[in-house]
């Protein structure tokens, strides 16, 4: 594992946190039994997800869920108000759709990013599902700057690498426009930490407008056949931790902690971009079971929100999205 992920695992922060009473060989043997445990945590989430394969082939495997969790979750209990309040979507869920759907398959998703040290999964989920709307909107996909939001944007509560909600960053990007990656690249997953904000960058108007909400199965699925949106899912544990392929069924927790871009579906799940990188998952893709009811497998269609696309957009083959 040292050899393949220890590079990783270093450069990212994910390392057991150093203890100076510990001498090496008690360093050593926390990393065993971190080691183990996270095995332990790999055979249950396989017996609970029969449909889904889980390995330590990544650089999380010596981290516990506690410190997993801080890592790349959040709290999303503060600040639902302000989510609820969200105009709900004017969606007809009785309206055909389609059998199943991708939008990887569109042009109008750029590849899977990685957060990082900076648990800022709410503003990497605002931008992909910004992105893929101005596409939708336009026919330009643009590579839109994550550090402007993690440096900048304080609509409701933003606080960069210590939190935020993707509807808020969302709102931000519709009223003020977007840099573009090129001008305002990413540093924050390197150093852990929000930055000051630069104003430098001339921002390019998004043709999107406000962000409107939905919750349930057949509005999740109604809404993913106009464009990809914006999910809060409960992602921070082992299942996610160690998901390699398949389709997840069950989660271990209650509440929502992560932020991702629901980007398709099919007829036994829908399918999930993460912001952990290329190497995680289905190269950076989870599938979530359908069909659960209530709030759905890991509360996938509890928390969806996406901007109105203001403007018509141009005709995306059939052909292309579905499978």
Same mark, same amino acid.
């Given at each position: 594992?040292?050899?393949?992920?220890?590079?990783?695992?270093? %450069?990212?922060?994910?390392?057991?946190?150093?203890?100076?009473?510990?001498?090496?060989?008690?360093?050593?043997? @926390?990393?065993?039994?971190?080691? #183990? @445990?996270?095995?332990?945590?790999?055979?249950?989430?396989?017996?609970?997800?029969?449909?889904?394969? !889980? @390995?330590?082939?990544?650089? #999380?495997?010596?981290?516990?869920?506690?410190?997993?969790? /801080?890592?790349?979750?959040?709290? !999303?209990?503060?600040?639902?108000?302000? #989510?609820?309040?969200?105009? &709900?979507?004017?969606?007809?869920?009785?309206?055909?759709?389609?059998?199943?759907?991708?939008?990887?398959?569109?042009?109008? $998703?750029?590849?899977?990013?990685?957060?990082?040290?900076?648990?800022?999964?709410?503003?990497?989920?605002?931008?992909? &599902? %910004?992105?893929?709307?101005?596409?939708?909107?336009?026919?330009? +996909?643009?590579?839109?700057?994550?550090?402007?939001?993690?440096?900048?944007?304080? /609509?409701?509560?933003?606080?960069?690498?210590?939190?935020?909600?993707?509807? %808020?960053?969302?709102?931000?990007?519709?009223?003020?426009?977007?840099?573009?990656?090129?001008?305002?690249?990413?540093?924050?997953?390197?150093?852990?930490?929000?930055?000051?904000?630069?104003?430098?960058?001339?921002?390019?108007?998004?043709? !999107?407008?406000? &962000?409107?909400?939905?919750?349930?199965?057949?509005? +999740?699925?109604?809404?993913?056949?106009?464009?990809?949106? *914006?999910?809060?899912?409960?992602?921070?544990?082992?299942?996610?931790?160690?998901?390699?392929?398949?389709?997840?069924?069950?989660?271990?927790?209650?509440?929502?902690?992560?932020?991702? $871009?629901?980007?398709?579906?099919?007829?036994?799940?829908?399918?999930?971009? /993460?912001?952990?990188?290329?190497?995680?998952?289905?190269?950076?893709?989870?599938?979530?079971?359908?069909?659960?009811?209530?709030?759905? &497998?890991? /509360? $996938?269609?509890?928390?969806?929100?996406?901007?109105?696309? *203001?403007?018509?957009?141009?005709?995306?083959? $059939?052909?292309?999205?579905?499978?």
């Amino acid at each position: 594992w040292r050899q393949d992920f220890g590079a990783a695992a270093t %450069a990212q922060g994910l390392l057991p946190p150093a203890v100076e009473s510990q001498s090496p060989l008690e360093a050593e043997t @926390d990393a065993l039994q971190r080691f #183990f @445990d996270n095995k332990v945590a790999i055979e249950i989430a396989r017996r609970t997800n029969p449909n889904a394969t !889980f @390995d330590n082939d990544h650089p #999380f495997a010596l981290m516990t869920d506690a410190e997993f969790k /801080n890592h790349v979750g959040l709290s !999303f209990e503060e600040g639902y108000s302000a #989510f609820r309040s969200l105009r &709900t979507a004017d969606l007809d869920v009785f309206a055909p759709r389609a059998t199943s759907m991708d939008w990887t398959t569109s042009n109008c $998703v750029n590849p899977v990013r990685n957060q990082g040290k900076c648990a800022g999964c709410w503003l990497f989920s605002a931008v992909g &599902t %910004a992105e893929s709307a101005h596409c939708l909107a336009t026919g330009e +996909l643009i590579d839109l700057s994550e550090q402007q939001v993690t440096s900048c944007s304080t /609509n409701g509560g933003g606080q960069g690498c210590q939190g935020g909600w993707p509807h %808020a960053a969302l709102d931000y990007l519709s009223s003020g426009g977007g840099c573009l990656e090129q001008d305002y690249p990413y540093t924050s997953g390197s150093s852990g930490q929000s930055g000051t904000c630069q104003n430098s960058c001339s921002k390019k108007k998004l043709s !999107f407008g406000a &962000t409107v909400r939905v919750s349930g199965e057949a509005a +999740l699925v109604t809404a993913l056949n106009t464009q990809p949106v *914006s999910v809060l899912v409960e992602g921070g544990n082992s299942v996610w931790r160690n998901y390699r392929g398949g389709v997840i069924t069950q989660c271990p927790g209650a509440r929502s902690d992560h932020a991702v $871009v629901a980007v398709g579906y099919d007829s036994s799940s829908y399918k999930i971009r /993460n912001s952990w990188g290329a190497s995680w998952g289905e190269a950076g893709y989870v599938r979530l079971q359908r069909g659960g009811g209530g709030k759905g &497998t890991c /509360n $996938v269609v509890e928390g969806v929100s996406f901007p109105i696309i *203001s403007a018509p957009k141009p005709t995306v083959s $059939v052909e292309m999205l579905l499978h």
